[in-house]
């Protein structure tokens, strides 16, 4: 069965990349992947019914932080009433999004504004080096830079510095980090692909 | 530019494989990365202290360009859960999106068959918990908060929501390691978190976990690749600089 799973994976993963390379492969490609889109549903369904499941067992075992398990589930359970009953496009539905979601996730990025300040503010404590040093001074000299002074813009700092440092050490540093990264996605990707890797299990 | 792209990737599978062959016979080394060794360290005391070790992959789908980073993070959870199956407190996988969390289901069930511990296994110990990035950001901290965490790692695709996690860890005082491919998110873990790895330092987390011969060709694999792109961009400024392009 293991090794039918891999053949599957290995065979599909070509598939897809091949797809994109030969024209020919390009209607399967679009086949496989509808099929993952599809797959990738029916998986929310089950994850969601494990989201349910595991608050439920911390309300039952009563373990800590179990209230906001209550209210987390009494919120699915009446958003899923009111989805079912009203439709997702229905005005009050979208009243319901709009008025808590946006708003409590809104509030979350305003709280990390808040602990960015903070954790700026401590990690000359945590990490006592170089980097660090450099690190708040470049987002201190960036925040003077831009923010609007009660005095006006100082020319060779808006229009000199400013810029050199965003476009020449932060544009390069980005830019090299970015590589990085890509070479690494290519690398896990191939891994995956020839079957050393197997995150879709296998002993 | 597809030709280009398919002459890229099939030169990286035939070095990957030219590679696999040869460091099978040598074992890996690799240089040190301070962050993951303290990482080695705090997992082996959550496994004395019999506390959790949480992981959370991130709420980037699998089917996005930028799927790389939570295939990485399943890679380092599969080694985690070998290490720390036997431990009183089972380790707990999160992820943002729900095609990962199953993947991070089997990925436990697979690290306690490898570590002959099948029957400790819990279903329930890979979870989705949000599934936006600010909601499994707030799933995530009500885990490190709530559910006896003393290591967390945070390996995948993250914003800068990463560093609401990293403040919830050190409220708890516990060792927290971030690793995110998003720039925004990296620069938010390196002033938030204990510890963090830039760039393609997350890709090699799984290979200094649980050397493999294909882990340590990938690293090799990798620095050819970044020393080719490297004489790329010089040659390229050269030959600018005399005018031939």
């Given amino acids: 069965m293991r090794t039918v799973a891999v053949i599957l994976a290995v065979l599909t993963g070509l598939i897809v990349l091949l797809g994109y390379f030969f024209p020919v492969l390009s209607g399967v490609q679009t086949v496989v992947l509808s099929w993952t889109i599809i797959l990738a549903g029916t998986a929310t369904v089950v994850g969601v019914f494990s989201l349910i499941l595991v608050h439920f067992n911390k309300v039952t075992r009563r373990e800590k932080g179990s209230v906001y398990s209550v209210l987390l589930l009494m919120a699915l359970f009446v958003t899923f009433i009111f989805g079912i009953t009203l439709g997702p496009d229905d005005p009050n539905m979208q009243l319901l999004v ?14 990390l504004a808040v602990t960015l300040l903070y954790a700026g503010v401590r990690l000359l404590r945590r990490r006592t080096d170089l980097m660090s040093v450099i690190f708040l001074l470049t987002a201190a000299f960036m925040l003077f830079a831009s923010a609007t002074l009660p005095f006006g813009e100082i020319s060779l ?23 990085g990264v890509a070479l690494g996605t290519l690398t896990t990707g191939l891994r995956i692909l020839f079957g050393a890797d197997r995150p879709y299990g296998g002993k | 530019m597809n030709l280009i792209a398919l002459g890229i990737v099939s030169f990286s599978g035939i070095l990957l494989l030219a ?13 040190i ?5 303290r990482l080695y360290r705090a997992i082996g005391l959550s496994v004395e202290d019999g506390t959790r070790v949480f992981i959370h992959l991130g709420p980037m789908s699998l089917l996005t360009p930028r799927g790389g980073a939570p295939l990485a993070g399943l890679g380092m959870l599969r080694h985690l859960t070998e290490r720390t199956s036997l431990s009183d407190r089972p380790p707990i996988a999160a992820a943002g999106e729900a095609s990962l969390a ?13 570590a002959g511990a099948g029957e400790f296994y819990q279903p329930l110990s ?39 996690m990293a403040e919830a860890a050190e409220r708890e005082n516990t060792f927290l390691l971030g690793a995110s491919d998003d720039l925004s998110s990296q620069a938010a873990l390196y002033a938030s978190a204990q510890e963090v790895l830039i760039g393609e330092e997350l890709y090699a987390a799984g290979a200094y976990l649980g050397a493999t011969a294909s882990h ?13 792109i490297i004489l790329g961009l010089l040659a390229g400024a050269a030959l600018k600089l005399f005018g031939m392009i």
Avoid at chain 2, 33 to 37: D, G, M, Q, R
Avoid at chain 2, 219 to 227: E, F, G
């Fill in chain 2, 19 to 31: 590679f696999s062959l040869i460091k099978r016979k040598s074992p890996p080394k690799f240089r």
């Fill in chain 2, 216 to 228: 340590a060709a990938s690293i090799t694999v990798q620095d050819i690749l970044r020393w080719l």
């Fill in chain 2, 33 to 37: 990365i301070p962050a993951l060794t």
């Fill in chain 2, 102 to 114: 199953l993947l991070a289901q089997d990925t436990l069930e697979a690290g306690y068959e490898a």
């Fill in chain 2, 126 to 164: 890979g979870r989705l918990i949000g599934l936006t990035p600010f909601s499994s950001a707030a799933g995530a901290m009500s885990i490190i908060r709530d559910e006896d965490i003393s290591a967390s790692i945070l390996i995948g695709h993250f914003g800068p929501e990463a560093a609401l």
């Fill in chain 1, 98 to 111: 709009n008025a808590i979601i946006v708003p409590v996730e809104s509030t979350l990025m305003a709280l």
């Fill in chain 1, 157 to 179: 700092l808006n229009n000199w510095i400013r810029p050199w440092v965003q476009q020449v050490l932060a544009l390069g540093g980005a830019r090299g980090i970015l590589i």
